[in-house]
């Protein structure tokens, strides 16, 4: 029964090409199917049946979010804490003396915001054999039987992630500094305070001004962006490629290729990402969680106006 499910759901997105190439809930894979997807993997293949390897990809893909969901809200509570904390340390006057034993406390949030950033420590719970790398390797499989999508302008917007939580970020950080301060009994010192607050701000404006300065030389040299956050959003049409942080339009003409990079069993850390190739100059890769939209979509968008850029597996390294 669940096989006959399955296949109507696969039937539905074959027949119909301006839908998702991965339905977004489909049928649950069993236990058993669980371990079929992961042995295939195992051996570096695809499951045969796209109707399941449609659902390995679509179950992946709700864990990686549930990941990165957490990795924000971690994000989140530590910048709180950290900034909580600085505020009121500013509205001490930068010097706390005698401070009570639970302030230690306050900063421990912080710390797996902090492994997060600096890429030691990367969330993840109970996934059932379902590995990052099923994506990509279901995901191919896909592709190479998927049809492009119906030729018009597309935009691959930008996915907010932590950035659409600053309406919630800011106040937080305000009461987390403000009760911090009236905890520690302390008379405030605003000016000493803002005294502090503005040698430092010097000195990160100073650091601030140089990577403008080395981004604003890349834009003028035409170089590809170094991350999808100035990349994005990303439009598709009948004149080419347009990329937000560089000038003009990237002519079809200047495409080579399109590729789906991901984790494999080697580097299971590895994102899922988009590369376009072009000719003479380094290629544009942005990452899945960059995107608003899945991958499949950019790729099949493009082969609606390039046919002869259809998908071919590629070596992702």
Not at 211 to 225: F, H, M, V
Not at 262 to 287: F, N, Q, Y
Request: hydrophobic share 50%; glycine share 6%; proline share 9%.
């Amino acid at each position: 029964m669940s096989g006959q499910r399955a296949s109507c759901v696969w039937a539905t997105v074959r027949a119909v090409t301006d839908t998702p190439l991965v339905p977004d809930a489909p049928a649950k894979l069993s236990q058993r199917d669980r371990h079929l997807v992961a042995a295939f993997a195992a051996k570096g293949r695809p499951h045969p049946d796209p109707a399941m390897a449609a659902a390995a990809v679509a179950q992946v893909r709700r864990l990686n979010r549930r990941d990165r969901t957490l990795r924000h809200l971690l994000q989140g509570a530590g910048t709180v804490s950290f900034f909580g904390s600085i505020l009121a340390l500013l509205i001490a006057g930068g010097e706390v003396r005698d401070a009570p034993w639970w302030l230690v406390l306050l900063f421990l949030p912080a710390v797996p915001g902090v492994l997060i950033l600096m890429e030691v420590w990367e969330p993840g719970g109970r996934r059932r054999r379902l590995r990052p790398h099923l994506e990509s390797l279901n995901l191919r499989m896909l592709l190479e039987l998927a049809e492009p999508c119906p030729a018009g302008p597309v935009t691959i917007r930008r996915h907010r992630g932590l950035r659409a939580w600053w309406p919630v970020l800011v106040p937080a950080v305000a009461v987390v500094g403000w009760s911090t301060w009236r905890s520690l009994h302390v008379p405030a010192n605003v000016m000493e305070g803002l005294q502090n607050f503005a040698a430092g701000l010097i000195a990160w404006t100073l650091i601030m001004l140089l990577a403008a300065i080395g981004r604003l030389t890349q834009w003028w040299r035409g170089a590809p962006p170094e991350s999808a956050d100035a990349a994005t959003p990303i439009t598709i049409d009948a004149s080419g490629l347009r990329f937000r942080s560089l000038p003009g339009v990237i002519a079809w003409s200047e495409v080579s290729a399109v590729d789906l990079l991901g984790p494999t069993m080697a580097e299971p850390e590895a994102p899922v990402a988009v590369r376009w190739s072009l000719h003479g100059r380094d290629p544009i890769i942005i990452k899945a969680d960059d995107m608003a939209q899945p991958p499949e979509t950019a790729i099949r968008a493009i082969w609606a106006y390039r046919p002869d850029l259809r998908w071919r597996p590629v070596d992702a390294s």
